[in-house]
C-alpha cells in the first residue's frame, strides 16, 4: 500500500493492520433522539476505504463480531385494506429503502408490524386487532411529517395530538391511542432489550425490531397489551415512513369505535 506522506518509506503488512486495528477501536456511539431508538455510527467500512485496503484482504480483529446475511423477508400476511374511501390528504404513499438483501417497502413493514403485534396480543390471551386503512393513513401521515420536519413526538409543533390528526379526517374512534418508533435500516443500532447491536437490512426484521421497541417499553408495552387504563382496541392502523438517509418512522395508532 502507498504512504500518504511524500517522501515517507513503505510500511510493512503488520504495520498497516495495526493501524487498522486501532482506527476500528475508535467507533463512536450516537445517541439518537427519542425514548424507544438508540444508534451506533459505525466507521470502520470508510475508514478501510479511506486507506486503500481491500476487504477481501483485511483480517478481522478478534473480537469485532462479522454478521452473516440474513434471509429475505419471506410473504407477510396482508394487513388489509389499502385504499380506503377516506384517506389523511398528507399521506405519503409508499415508501422504501434498498440494502445489500432487498428492497424495504414501508406497506410490507407494516404488514408485519401489524401481524407482529397480534402475534403478540395472542400470546397474552387477546383478539387480534382489525386493520384499518384510514387509521394507517393518519398514521402514515404523522410519519412522514415527523421525518420532514425533523422532530419526534405525539404531538405536532402546531399543538395537535394524535386524536386531533384523526379527527380531522374522520370521526368514528370514541377513543384514540398511538405508539410511536424512531431507528434506522442498514446501518448498526442498538437492542432495545440488551447492550448489544443489531443491524435491520429486511422488512420483516425491521418490523420486528419495532414491536420489540414498544414490548420492551412500559407505556408502549400498556397500549399493545390494553393493560392499566388503556381501552380495548377494536381496530389498529400502522403508517411507516422510509427516508433516504435510513431513518425510519413509525406511527401505530389504536382504535375504540362508537
Known amino acids: 500500500m502507498r504512504d500518504r506522506r511524500?517522501?515517507?518509506?513503505?510500511?510493512?503488512?503488520?504495520?498497516?493492520?495495526?493501524?487498522?486495528?486501532?482506527?476500528?477501536?475508535?467507533?463512536?456511539?450516537v445517541a439518537l433522539i427519542g425514548a424507544l431508538a438508540f444508534g451506533t455510527a459505525m466507521v470502520a467500512p470508510s475508514v478501510l476505504d479511506d486507506l486503500g485496503i481491500d476487504s477481501n484482504d483485511f483480517e478481522v480483529p478478534n473480537g469485532v463480531d462479522v454478521e452473516s446475511d440474513p434471509t429475505p423477508s419471506s410473504d407477510p400476511p396482508p394487513a388489509g385494506e389499502r385504499e380506503p374511501d377516506v384517506t389523511d390528504p398528507d399521506d405519503p404513499g409508499t415508501s422504501s429503502y434498498e440494502t445489500d438483501v432487498e428492497t424495504v417497502d414501508s406497506e410490507t413493514v407494516e404488514d408485519f408490524v401489524h401481524a407482529e403485534v397480534n402475534?403478540?396480543?395472542?400470546?397474552?390471551?387477546?383478539?387480534?386487532?382489525?386493520w384499518d386503512g384510514t387509521v394507517a393513513s393518519v398514521s402514515r401521515a404523522h410519519s412522514d411529517d415527523m421525518a420532514q420536519r425533523e422532530y419526534f413526538d405525539h404531538v405536532t409543533p402546531e399543538g395537535e395530538a394524535p386524536m386531533d390528526r384523526f379527527q380531522d379526517v374522520d370521526n368514528y374512534c370514541r377513543g384514540y391511542g398511538e405508539n410511536i418508533a424512531l431507528t434506522y435500516i442498514d446501518r448498526p443500532v442498538q437492542d432495545s432489550a440488551s447492550d448489544d447491536t443489531i443491524h435491520y437490512?429486511?422488512?420483516?426484521?425491521?418490523?420486528?425490531?419495532?414491536?420489540?421497541?414498544?414490548?420492551?417499553?412500559t407505556d408502549h408495552r400498556q397500549a399493545i397489551l390494553e393493560e392499566g387504563d388503556t381501552p380495548d382496541w377494536d381496530r389498529g392502523g400502522v403508517g411507516v415512513y422510509l427516508t433516504d438517509d435510513g431513518e425510519v418512522y413509525a406511527s401505530h395508532n389504536f382504535c375504540l369505535e362508537w
Open 6 to 29: 511524500p517522501g515517507a518509506e513503505t510500511r510493512d503488512e503488520t504495520s498497516e493492520r495495526a493501524v487498522v486495528r486501532s482506527v476500528l477501536r475508535l467507533l463512536v456511539a
Open 201 to 217: 437490512r429486511t422488512a420483516e426484521g425491521l418490523a420486528e425490531g419495532l414491536v420489540d421497541q414498544w414490548m420492551n417499553s
Open 119 to 130: 402475534d403478540r396480543r395472542a400470546e397474552h390471551g387477546l383478539e387480534p386487532l382489525e
